[in-house]
Each structure stands twice: as structure tokens, then as C-alpha cells.
């Protein structure tokens, strides 16, 4: 079984930044992707971004240029900087691995006011 511990959510205004982490219970590097995914009231969880073992990145159209997903192997540790943050950000974000059926954290709220 693997823990995922995600952290940084919170309340930010539009244009803002915040940065998630996601500590892992083991290596990131045993998982084909890590990544961040995130589900707002009412919507269908959606994958935000991914970044793969070998350091191959994907980002939804809806965040590309915005957010960054980075990875500290050493501290089994994956990041999701974002910034120019909106409104439209605004849900529950979920560290998951090898994106969709692998592990799940517990979720972190972010929320974007106008």
C-alpha cells in the first residue's frame, strides 16, 4: 500500500500562486507517472498534469503555461507550482500515480476567489 499526503492548498485571489506538495510512502520513481489531477463541485475529476519516470511532462490545455509539475526524488516528493491562478482553479486537487488507476492522496482544497 502507498500514502499520499498532499499539503498547500488554500484560499488565494485570482492572479495569485500557491504550490502543492505530495509526499510519497516510497520511491516515485517505482511508478510509471505521478501527477495531479483535480474535481470541482459538480464536475468530473480531470488530470491537470503528469509527469512521467523519465521526466516527460503533460499539462491539460486548460493550465498549460500556468502550472508546473516538478518532482524531488530524494524526498519521494512531487510539486505542482501554479500560478495565474482563477476562479476557474478552484476545486479539490489529488496527487495520484500512473494516472488512472493507481493511488490517490486525500485531496487538497484550493480556492480562487475573484
Known amino acids: 500500500q502507498v500514502q499520499l499526503v498532499e499539503s498547500g492548498g488554500g484560499l488565494v485571489q485570482a492572479g495569485g500562486s500557491l504550490r502543492l506538495s505530495c509526499a510519497a510512502s516510497?520511491?516515485?520513481?517505482?511508478?510509471?507517472?505521478v501527477g495531479w489531477s483535480r474535481q470541482a463541485p459538480g464536475k468530473q475529476r480531470e488530470l491537470v498534469a503528469t509527469?512521467?519516470?523519465?521526466?516527460?511532462?503533460n499539462y491539460a490545455d486548460s493550465v498549460k503555461g500556468r502550472f508546473t509539475i516538478s518532482r524531488d526524488t530524494a524526498k519521494n516528493t512531487v510539486y505542482l507550482q501554479m500560478n495565474s491562478l482563477k476562479p476557474d482553479d478552484t476545486a479539490v486537487y489529488y496527487c495520484?500515480?500512473?494516472?488512472?488507476?493507481?493511488?490517490w492522496g486525500q485531496g487538497t482544497q484550493v480556492t480562487v476567489s475573484s
Open positions: 516510497r520511491s516515485i520513481l517505482t511508478f510509471n507517472t
Open positions: 509527469r512521467t519516470r523519465y521526466g516527460n511532462t
Open positions: 495520484n500515480t500512473d494516472w488512472p488507476h493507481g493511488y
